[in-house]
């Protein structure tokens, strides 16, 4: 049970995939506008995620290992990781359209989102079993949705506020994103 | 069999990677028809947006046309009955960043305006009525035309085909009952170079030197 | 005494009350005109029914009531009725609404008038009937209809009557000082609504405790009665309604209702006093207690006004000084409008024309960026985030305005008046609630209109599918109608003039039965010569009568020269020629 607690509150605080590794950085700035979009990427990337890190350590057990292809293991991943985007793209375009159309081109990216692949190729460095990766890859999504969330929240606000001209738009939500990292970085050492 | 594949570490890898690729490929053919998507919803929600003067200004005609073309990619700064507010609003509902109305399509008036017939010329023809998109304008052959202002959009479509040109656009006049307060000037600025089309001292002396 | 509520936010701003309650309430002068404006009120604006020069005495209806939520309008003091037009009047556009100019003559005739003494014994109905006609509606500033307010329907049963004599505006001592003096009416008008509410368990009167006097001449009148004073600590905005059912029921009220739909009916003291005298003594809603306050005038205090009395007449009789004050303001510091110009009438939710002077309350500093401290948050009495609405103002995002529940805002006025950047933050929001209200109304027209283009566009394809059906029933039957003549002139028979039928000839019936019909009628019409001669002559005096209206209109068009010239001549010349036409007919037909 604790083990548990120690893995969520590592991927989802200290170890927090976008603010403190500095993955999936591309869907971070790119769906942030709108909270409303925000969530609905938030929660695709985190349904994503867990798939992944479940079907990667599957693929990587059953198939990769006994056969001796750990060298394709990259490979493999991009495989399993396109399915599980593409099948998440049909869900949502069939159940919320709108949703579809706002995330529009950052859904399929997201088979391109860094902390996918990361995720999935650093539950196979740790020597996991198959619950403690599925939790990782749920950690992963929860942080990446807890960041995403609240850093869309603070761009709503400035996108309303007296910004000065030239730092409107990318250059204030970078620096937004800086100090949040730094605030991220205070929960090291928390484990 | 494993044997095989064990020897032949190029074979193993082919299979293995064309194995997955089977397997994931009929899982995703499978949700491809299970998860069949039919028309596109988001071409009412623009519609719903757009204020339906029918007016054929973006080059479509009518409203709805030209919320399709949107919806297949097309600017969403073409309608001057609807716009600045109008292009704001689409593009919040796309996600899309609003640009400025496009002169091309025509500009925004200020003003609403209303058809007016004037009754002395109408010579009965019914070339306004059948122009009408929402049927705005009563009379028959041979009898007085003469326009319901409240069902007007202000589209402009009957005057073109009025052949003794007795149609006028009348602006209509704003009551007390539609006056509104207007925004407060902008509280003063911090930093000098937000100071719209002020030119800062410095540049000033540098001109003049 | 009952228990109290403390309501959220608020603000404790200078009263500046005791200048103006030195002296009891005076009276003016009548003034030479009394413009009464035809909307003082919520809801639809009366309608005249008196016309110029006519002479109309004090209580007369001059304006009656449009539709349900209207009230009537009565002359304020006998006269003349000089103008039925468009005035300025006491509105921040500045424009002009309809308003009834009485010229008085000084006599000051009430109109024969009569009240009911028993109230307790008419149905509330009746007694309903008697504050619209006496055209009450809210005296407190929002003017709803009075007979509307109190007539919720059988689905709302009311348990409490809340009396407002709050008065919680700086400045303002227009209900103070009206219940120093009436205290005794007062009562009785409460009791006049509580025949009406069919009783309530609970009425009570809320006041501040800055008015210990009111407090002490209400004290005797109460005594017996059931109705409850409750006085609570003084502070801004203690007298919106809303607040004030907080404060003394402890019920807040969810954002879109009405207090009646919590079983709660609150009025205002100064209307409470208006219905009494509507119902007791038979009068209508004429005059009200009008405070005129400020340093800008010398003897500051309150007045029995005169409804339709120009502000001018108030500020000529208290010594205004033009010089020392710059504006005036109709209501007070904090919810008040300035006037356009000081000919505006005084209307019947006017409490307060405050003339302060330039060192009283200076101009409005420049607003200065927000510096986002959230003392207004702190202030709202609604619990509202005003800062939040201050930026999506700005912004123009109306659903996150909405979402922010902006349309709960009373405009009080508190955080405004907190704010350490000065920055108008009531302006901000009234233009937010125009903008939204406007779109609200362009959505329902872009949707009716788009219901009709639908329409439009069905009915021109239903046409279409018409023609087109009848155009191939018609292809078939001449079809029909060839292959029958085939088949009729191989047989050899008779094609069919002895079959001429005209009338019961069904669609599907062969083309050449309807051909032979028609010359069959033809040559039925050929009969008769005289008949001919007769229709003739019918058409020449016709022609010759058009032709003679032609040529007149043309003698006028040409005179006052209006650039139809050239229509009419061609139209005469028609006319001449088809009459030449027809002449020649007949005298063929004579030969």
């Keep these: 049970m604790q083990e548990f607690a120690v893995i969520l509150v590592s991927s989802i605080l200290i170890n927090n995939y976008v603010l403190v590794q500095f993955l999936g950085l591309c869907p971070f700035m790119g769906v942030s506008n709108k909270l409303e979009s925000a969530i609905g990427m938030a929660a695709a990337t985190t349904f994503v995620l867990t798939l992944t890190a479940m079907a990667s350590y599957i693929v990587n057990a059953m198939v990769l290992e006994p056969l001796g292809l750990i060298y394709l293991r990259t490979i493999a991943f991009i495989l399993v990781i396109a399915a599980v985007v593409q099948f998440t793209k049909m869900f949502i375009e069939k159940t919320s359209p709108l949703l579809y159309r706002v995330l529009g081109v950052f859904l399929p990216l997201i088979t391109t989102n860094c902390a996918v692949l990361g995720v999935a190729l650093q539950n196979t460095s740790k020597d996991l079993n198959f619950v403690q990766s599925s939790l990782y890859g749920f950690g992963a999504g929860a942080g990446f949705s807890l960041v995403l969330i609240l850093f869309s929240a603070m761009r709503e606000r400035l996108a309303a506020a007296d910004v000065p001209e030239s730092f409107k738009g990318a250059a204030i939500a970078m620096i937004t994103a800086g100090l949040m990292s730094l605030a991220f970085m205070g929960f090291s050492g928390l484990v | 069999m494993i044997e095989l594949i064990a020897q032949n570490p190029i074979l193993a890898a082919l299979i293995a990677l064309v194995g997955l690729s089977i397997l994931f490929g009929a899982l995703l053919g499978f949700a491809a028809e299970k998860f069949k998507v039919e028309g596109d919803p988001i071409v009412e929600q623009i519609d719903e947006l757009l204020p339906q003067t029918q007016c054929g200004q973006c080059g479509f005609p009518g409203c709805r046309p030209y919320a399709e073309s949107i919806a297949g990619g097309d600017d969403i700064n073409k309608c001057p009955p609807g716009g600045q507010s109008t292009i704001n609003a689409i593009a919040n509902l796309l996600d899309v960043p609003a640009p400025e109305l496009d002169a091309e399509h025509g500009e925004e008036s200020e003003v609403k305006t209303v058809a007016y017939i004037r009754e002395d010329e109408c010579i009965g023809c019914t070339k306004c009525i059948q122009a009408c998109p929402v049927d705005a304008i009563l009379g028959a052959a041979k009898l007085m035309h003469t326009v319901i202002a409240d069902e007007c959009t202000g589209c402009d479509l009957c005057v073109e085909p009025c052949p003794v040109d007795c149609i006028d656009m009348l602006p209509v006049a704003e009551t007390i009952a539609d006056w509104k307060w207007s925004i407060p000037a902008k509280p003063g600025q911090m930093i000098a170079t937000d100071r719209r089309g002020e030119v800062s001292p410095v540049a000033q002396n540098e001109d003049a030197a | ?591």
């Design chain 3, 1 to 591: 005494m009952s228990r109290t509520w403390v309501t959220p936010g608020g603000v404790h701003p200078p009263e500046n009350k005791h200048q103006s309650v030195t002296q009891p309430i005076g009276q003016l002068p009548i003034p030479e005109k009394l413009i009464i404006p035809l909307s003082q009120h919520i809801g639809a604006a009366a309608t005249p029914c008196v016309e110029i020069g006519q002479s109309v005495l004090k209580g007369q209806v001059i304006a009656e009531a449009t539709g349900m939520v209207s009230i009537p309008m009565h002359a304020p003091s006998s006269g003349i009725v000089s103008a039925i037009e468009h005035r300025p009047i006491a509105h921040s556009s500045g424009m002009l609404a309809p308003c009834i100019e009485i010229t008085t003559d000084g006599a000051d005739s009430w109109i024969e008038h009569q009240g009911i003494s028993d109230y307790e014994h008419i149905s509330p109905r009746k007694l309903i009937e008697m504050v619209g006609n006496a055209g009450i509606s809210g005296m407190g500033g929002a003017g709803f209809p009075s007979a509307v307010k109190l007539n919720p329907g059988r689905q709302r049963p009311i348990d409490t009557l809340i009396v407002n004599a709050t008065e919680c505006e700086p400045y303002i001592t227009a209900d103070d000082s009206a219940i120093r003096e009436r205290a005794g009416e007062i009562v009785e008008g409460i009791k006049i609504l509580s025949a009406i509410l069919d009783h309530p368990h609970h009425i009570l009167i809320g006041i501040e405790d800055n008015k210990p006097e009111a407090i002490e001449a209400l004290a005797p009148h109460v005594e017996g009665t059931g109705i409850s004073v409750v006085v609570f600590p003084t502070k801004y905005p203690s007298g919106g309604e809303k607040q004030l059912i907080y404060i003394l029921t402890g019920k807040e009220l969810p954002s879109g209702k009405l207090p009646a739909d919590e079983g709660v009916v609150c009025i205002n003291i100064g209307t409470t006093y208006a219905i009494k005298r509507a119902v007791i003594d038979g009068e209508p809603l004429i005059s009200r207690v009008t405070t005129v306050t400020g340093d800008a005038v010398a003897t500051p205090r309150n007045y029995d006004t005169l409804i339709g009395t120009p502000v001018s007449h108030l500020l000529e009789h208290s010594q205004f000084d033009e010089q020392a004050g710059g504006r005036v303001v109709m209501g007070g510091p904090m919810m008040g409008f300035t006037l356009p110009s000081a000919d505006v009438p005084i209307v019947k939710t006017t409490n307060c024309i405050l003339a302060p002077s330039y060192a009283e309350i200076p101009d409005d500093e420049p607003a200065q960026p927000c510096i986002r401290c959230g003392m207004c948050a702190e202030a709202c009495p609604a619990s509202l985030l005003p800062q939040q609405l201050f930026w999506y103002a700005q912004a123009q995002e109306h659903d996150r305005l909405e979402a922010h529940n902006l349309f709960d805002c009373i405009e009080c006025g508190a955080c405004s008046y907190v704010c350490p950047s000065n920055i108008p933050l009531v302006q901000y929001y009234r233009a937010a609630k125009g903008e939204i209200r406007q779109a609200r109304e362009e959505k329902v027209k872009s949707d009716h209109a788009r219901d009709r283009f639908e329409f439009h566009k069905e009915r021109i394809e239903q046409a279409e599918r018409e023609k087109e059906a009848k155009r191939a029933a018609r292809r078939e039957a001449t079809q029909q109608a060839k292959a029958d003549h085939a088949a009729a002139t191989a047989n050899g028979s008779a094609a069919a003039p002895s079959k001429a039928t005209p009338t019961g000839a069904t669609p599907s019936s062969s083309a050449a039965d309807i051909i032979a019909a028609a010359q069959a009628r033809a040559a039925a019409k050929q009969a008769s010569p005289e008949d001919q001669r007769a229709k003739l002559e019918r058409t020449i005096a016709s022609a010759e009568q058009r032709l003679k209206m032609a040529e007149e209109k043309l003698a006028e068009a040409i005179s006052s020269d209006s650039g139809k010239q050239d229509q009419l001549s061609a139209a005469v010349e028609n006319t001449r020629q088809k009459l030449e036409q027809t002449k020649s007919k007949l005298a063929e037909l004579a030969e």
